[in-house]
């Protein structure tokens, strides 16, 4: 067998109408499907700017909100360290006054307990008198019985 020059133009024919015909019929549905995945790829890629973009944002913005929620956090503490400072004080301040209220009242209270043992010792000492005067003047007036009364009354005090 061999190349004729019939066959070969044959072939050639053949092989033509086989391109017009894939050409026609064959590739526009394969360019179209080409098309159709290249503008999907083409929309996922710019929907991951613009979810990269958004997620940068939100991160700034959370970033945002973190350090306004610091600077609050810590402004509270302070409002808060601030008051127990001043109820300390406070508290302070009310012992102190009740301390002075009972160390005079307690002056006083020791003021008047002296003030009735006073009383009662002069009471007793005006009774011994009395009574050293009353053992004198009852007996003769004698030296040494008068240095006697004297002592019992001094052991008496």
Do not use: C
Request: glycine share 4%; no cysteine; aromatic share 4%.
């Amino acid at each position: 067998m061999g190349i004729s020059i019939p066959s070969v133009l044959g072939q050639m024919i053949v092989f033509l109408l086989f391109v017009m015909f894939t050409m026609k019929y064959v590739w526009p549905p394969i360019m179209k499907a080409m098309e159709e995945r290249e503008a999907k790829i083409r929309d996922g890629l710019a929907a991951a700017e613009k979810g990269k973009a958004a997620l940068a944002e939100a991160s700034s913005k959370s970033d945002e909100e973190l350090k306004a929620a610091r600077v609050q956090a810590q402004e509270i503490i302070a409002a808060a360290n601030k008051q127990a400072t001043q109820l300390v004080e406070k508290a302070k301040g009310d012992a102190t006054t009740e301390q002075q209220r009972i160390i005079a009242s307690g002056h006083a209270e020791v003021e008047q307990m002296a003030a009735q043992a006073r009383d009662a010792l002069r009471k007793q000492v005006a009774d011994l008198a009395v009574s050293g005067a009353e053992q004198i003047l009852k007996r003769e007036v004698d030296a040494k019985a008068h240095a006697e009364i004297l002592d019992r009354l001094a052991a008496r005090i």
